[in-house]
């Protein structure tokens, strides 16, 4: 064996012996050239599990789980191996999200369960006393298991019919008039309570619910709001909270043009508010949009000034309006600075003919800055908070 000991990259010849089973695992390999065969000793007799070759990775069990080597690794004729260090990958992971993380854990028990029923002189199953990246590992399932289970939770909320929807008015800046309602989701749980939605929503991202949960809050929309205009006898727009997730399913558009004939609603009396998340995630969502848009309905973004406020973006594509965060009214009634960017971004909104929306209006002065910031709408608890369908309708 001649080994480089200063080197990332090591050669071994024919035969030699890369790691023993029953040896502490504190690196993996990916083999540069060359070939390498993984052995066990199965009743004194070595028996070849796997061979692998150059872009493999081998060796990585041991990292992963901090428990010694199962099996022996041997090199077929002369062959050169990068090494992982242990820290490297186990930086990725804690990287990966902590469902992943805990199946990859599951997974490995499983392999190792199985390579140690074959026999094995050096029980593999010795773990590191007090191994800190061992303890890591550990710490990191609760968090894991606990969005496992809200997550049946959250398809059985889909199935009893658990979730609702309120309705926050928007109204015009001239006159404080109701012009559109936003829709807002809220999880009625029996154990948990009323749940707001920035505690599911993510997950449901992760996972594919929004795709039924979102199918399952238009419908609700439309037929609510179709309740609000006979009741008042007045026409308004409908904004719904569109995620990312949501446009990668491409029957997206045929799906919402569907529903809003069954509630005999026009395209131009829904709004989809898009965050500028949809700019990372590929054309796909883009092109989606872009045929919402020709089918009538209004596209706004949602958000603006929390995430990258690209103003390219803005004259790429026709955005019916733009809505400004609260957290850049807050700043701009504290700092003169703050509030001519935000009169800026009402100009370029108006001359790009969008209109402009304040969400998160609290206070008789927030109102009367975003109207000097010829703002056309407004949002916010000094209007009204989100109200369920029959509180709106008193
Ligand atoms: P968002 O789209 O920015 O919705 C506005 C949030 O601000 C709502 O929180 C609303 O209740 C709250 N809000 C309204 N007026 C005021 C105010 O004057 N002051 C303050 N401090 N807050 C105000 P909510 O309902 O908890 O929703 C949080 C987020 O969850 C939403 O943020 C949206 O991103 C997401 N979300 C809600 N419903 C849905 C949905 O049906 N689908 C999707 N994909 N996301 C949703
Ligand atoms: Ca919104
Ligand atoms: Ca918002």
């Known amino acids: 064996m001649s080994v480089k000991p200063k080197s990332h990259v090591q050669n071994y010849s024919d035969g030699s012996l890369i790691f023993q089973e029953g040896d502490p695992g504190d690196c993996a390999y990916l083999i540069e050239s060359g070939q390498v065969a993984i052995e066990k000793s199965v009743q004194g007799q070595p028996v070849v599990m796997a061979t692998f070759g150059k872009g493999e990775i081998f060796g990585e069990m041991a990292i992963l789980d901090g428990?010694?080597?199962?099996?022996?690794?041997?090199?077929?004729?002369?062959?050169?191996?990068?090494?992982?260090?242990?820290?490297?990958?186990?930086?990725?992971?804690?990287?990966?999200?902590?469902?992943?993380?805990?199946?990859?854990?599951?997974?490995?028990?499983?392999?190792?369960?199985?390579t140690e029923k074959l026999g094995s002189s050096h029980p593999s199953s010795l773990r590191i006393p007090n191994d800190p990246l061992e303890q890591i590992v550990e710490s990191s399932d609760e968090p894991a298991l606990d969005r496992i289970r809200l997550g049946s939770e959250l398809q059985h909320a889909l199935d009893t019919s658990e979730f609702r929807l309120f309705y926050q008015p928007i109204v015009a800046a001239a006159d404080r008039s109701v012009v559109g309602f936003e829709s807002l989701i809220r999880w009625e749980s029996p154990d948990r309570g009323l749940v707001p939605p920035n505690d599911f929503i993510g997950l449901m991202e992760e996972s594919s619910l929004i795709i039924p949960v979102g199918s399952w809050i238009q419908r609700r929309a439309f037929e609510d709001l179709q309740r609000?205009?006979?009741?008042?006898?007045?026409?308004?727009?409908?904004?719904?909270?569109?995620?990312?997730?949501?446009?990668?399913?491409?029957?997206?558009?045929?799906?919402?043009?569907?529903?809003?004939?069954?509630?005999?609603?026009?395209?131009?009396?829904?709004?989809?508010?898009?965050?500028?998340?949809?700019?990372?995630?590929?054309?796909?969502?883009?092109?989606?949009l872009s045929d919402a848009k020709k089918k009538g309905f209004l596209i706004s973004i949602d958000d603006f000034g929390t995430g990258y406020s690209n103003f390219?973006?803005?004259?790429?594509?026709?955005?019916?309006?733009?809505?400004?965060?609260?957290?850049?009214?807050?700043?701009?009634?504290?700092?003169?600075?703050?509030?001519?960017?935000?009169?800026?971004?009402?100009?370029?909104?108006?001359?790009?003919?969008?209109?402009?929306?304040t969400e998160g209006i609290e206070t008789e002065n927030e109102f009367a800055l975003t109207q000097r910031l010829r703002m056309d709408m407004g949002q916010g608890y000094l209007f009204s908070k989100p109200l369920a369908l029959q509180d709106l309708l008193k």
């Open 228 to 288: 609000i205009k006979s009741h008042f006898r007045k026409n308004f727009f409908m904004s719904l909270n569109i995620s990312v997730r949501q446009l990668e399913n491409a029957n997206f558009v045929e799906e919402l043009e569907r529903n809003r004939k069954d509630f005999g609603l026009e395209p131009h009396e829904i709004k989809l508010e898009v965050t500028e998340r949809i700019l990372m995630d590929g054309q796909s969502g883009l092109e989606l």
């Open 67 to 114: 428990l010694n080597r199962s099996a022996s690794a041997r090199s077929l004729g002369d062959c050169s191996l990068l090494v992982i260090k242990r820290q490297q990958l186990f930086d990725q992971l804690q990287n990966t999200n902590p469902i992943t993380h805990l199946l990859i854990k599951i997974l490995l028990k499983r392999i190792r369960n199985t």
């Open 312 to 357: 390219q973006f803005l004259t790429k594509f026709g955005f019916d309006s733009l809505k400004i965060d609260r957290s850049l009214l807050r700043a701009a009634m504290v700092d003169s600075k703050m509030a001519s960017v935000l009169k800026g971004i009402s100009t370029i909104a108006h001359d790009l003919e969008m209109d402009l929306i």
